[in-house]
């Protein structure tokens, strides 16, 4: 991804409908690859739990958009988007998944999200739901002291909100205004339990005020307005002001992984259809046929990358103590 604003690269053309385009083409590729995995986990089985991002991608490309190229971001653990977006090669994610030599982890991260582009500021996540809060108030306060001009985007669901490392987190990080953005995917699931049943409170947003900095709820189908809001808390923090919270209120339509039967729920189909779906509210405001070539690309894209993928050979035993320091 350019490091330059969508307004920046657009020159003569409207900045809504380039950033429309700009977005567009960012959700389609995320879509390409999410309906990719589902098919292929469906066909060929998976060697561990991928849990899907599809319906979330405006949240991933919205946010992610709004940062610089030198920017760090640790992700959350649903889907590919986040990093897809920072610039990383698609065939590097799907050969971390796939636990292949040419991922960007070396085979190392088969079946779950590991990537990692220190390059492009992608920073990777910890072990545990909940670490990643802890490592990116360590990132930015390593920004503080380096005097550097970057910012740290941290990406986590509803139900990580929960863990005490969030409390922690935020509460040192607004104490010594880091610059750094916490980005809540609030999809209503806590794993198998609603929301509702976790949270005293509506919207996680509200918690912010608590730690003396703004939260801000968004809604997350709406990829032009997460980038707005989450552009206003990356200037703020970039701006020496501190952090911010940013809820974007979104849906998970599949299980909490690709193959979860969803007993628990009843409120939406097992299937592929979005509700508000991202990529319908981003086509209305880019041209038809310029969607259709994105979507086209996109799709070319994916493939080419799993065909690229397969070829790789697998990890084996001896990647375990590669790149390990002792």
Same mark, same amino acid.
């Given at each position: 991804?350019?490091?330059?604003?969508?307004?920046?690269?657009?020159?003569? *053309?409207?900045?809504?409908?380039?950033?429309?385009?700009?977005?567009?083409?960012?959700?389609?590729?995320?879509?390409?690859? +999410?309906? !990719?995995?589902?098919?292929?986990?469906?066909?060929?089985?998976?060697?561990?739990?991928?849990? @899907?991002?599809?319906?979330?991608?405006?949240?991933? *490309?919205?946010?992610?958009?709004?940062?610089?190229?030198?920017?760090?971001?640790?992700?959350?653990?649903?889907?590919?988007?986040?990093?897809?977006?920072?610039?990383?090669? @698609?065939?590097?994610?799907?050969?971390?998944?796939?636990?292949?030599?040419?991922?960007?982890?070396?085979?190392?991260?088969?079946?779950?999200?590991?990537?990692?582009?220190?390059?492009?500021?992608?920073?990777?996540?910890?072990?545990?739901?909940?670490?990643?809060?802890?490592?990116?108030?360590?990132?930015?306060?390593?920004?503080?002291?380096?005097?550097?001009?970057?910012?740290?985007?941290?990406?986590?669901?509803?139900?990580?909100? &929960?863990?005490?490392?969030?409390?922690?987190? *935020?509460?040192?990080?607004?104490?010594?205004? !880091?610059?750094?953005?916490?980005?809540?995917?609030?999809?209503?699931?806590?794993?198998? &339990?609603?929301?509702?049943?976790?949270? @005293?409170?509506?919207?996680?947003?509200?918690? &912010?005020?608590?730690?003396?900095?703004?939260?801000?709820?968004?809604?997350?189908?709406?990829?032009?307005?997460?980038?707005?809001?989450?552009?206003?808390?990356?200037?703020?923090?970039?701006?020496?002001?501190? @952090?911010?919270?940013?809820?974007?209120?979104?849906?998970?339509?599949?299980?909490?992984?690709?193959?979860?039967?969803?007993?628990?729920?009843?409120?939406?189909?097992?299937?592929? +259809?979005?509700?508000?779906?991202? !990529?319908?509210?981003?086509?209305?405001?880019?041209?038809?046929?310029?969607?259709?070539?994105?979507?086209? &690309?996109?799709?070319?894209?994916?493939?080419?990358?799993?065909?690229?993928?397969?070829?790789?050979?697998?990890?084996?035993?001896?990647?375990?103590?590669?790149?390990?320091?002792?």
């Amino acid at each position: 991804m350019s490091t330059k604003t969508a307004k920046e690269e657009a020159g003569a *053309a409207p900045a809504e409908g380039a950033l429309a385009l700009d977005l567009y083409r960012e959700v389609t590729r995320i879509r390409a690859l +999410e309906l !990719l995995l589902n098919r292929y986990v469906k066909e060929h089985g998976f060697g561990g739990f991928w849990h @899907p991002g599809l319906g979330q991608e405006a949240v991933q *490309a919205g946010a992610v958009m709004a940062l610089r190229h030198e920017d760090y971001l640790f992700y959350a653990h649903r889907g590919l988007g986040y990093a897809l977006v920072k610039g990383m090669a @698609p065939e590097a994610l799907l050969g971390d998944l796939f636990g292949r030599v040419g991922g960007s982890v070396g085979g190392k991260g088969g079946g779950t999200v590991h990537f990692v582009d220190p390059e492009l500021g992608v920073l990777g996540q910890g072990g545990t739901l909940g670490s990643n809060f802890v490592l990116g108030a360590g990132a930015a306060t390593s920004i503080q002291l380096l005097g550097e001009d970057r910012v740290v985007a941290v990406f986590f669901g509803d139900g990580a909100a &929960a863990r005490g490392t969030f409390h922690e987190a *935020a509460l040192q990080a607004s104490v010594w205004k !880091l610059p750094i953005v916490w980005i809540c995917e609030n999809n209503g699931w806590h794993l198998s &339990a609603p929301f509702s049943a976790q949270s @005293p409170t509506e919207d996680i947003a509200e918690r &912010a005020s608590a730690y003396g900095m703004p939260g801000v709820v968004v809604d997350g189908q709406d990829a032009i307005a997460v980038r707005e809001a989450t552009l206003a808390a990356v200037e703020r923090a970039r701006a020496g002001e501190g @952090p911010s919270l940013v809820e974007a209120k979104t849906l998970r339509i599949r299980g909490h992984y690709e193959g979860d039967p969803q007993k628990y729920r009843d409120d939406i189909a097992d299937g592929l +259809e979005v509700p508000r779906d991202p !990529l319908k509210i981003l086509r209305e405001r880019v041209p038809e046929a310029e969607a259709d070539a994105l979507d086209a &690309a996109a799709a070319a894209e994916a493939d080419a990358a799993l065909e690229a993928v397969l070829a790789m050979p697998k990890g084996g035993a001896e990647v375990v103590t590669q790149g390990v320091w002792s």
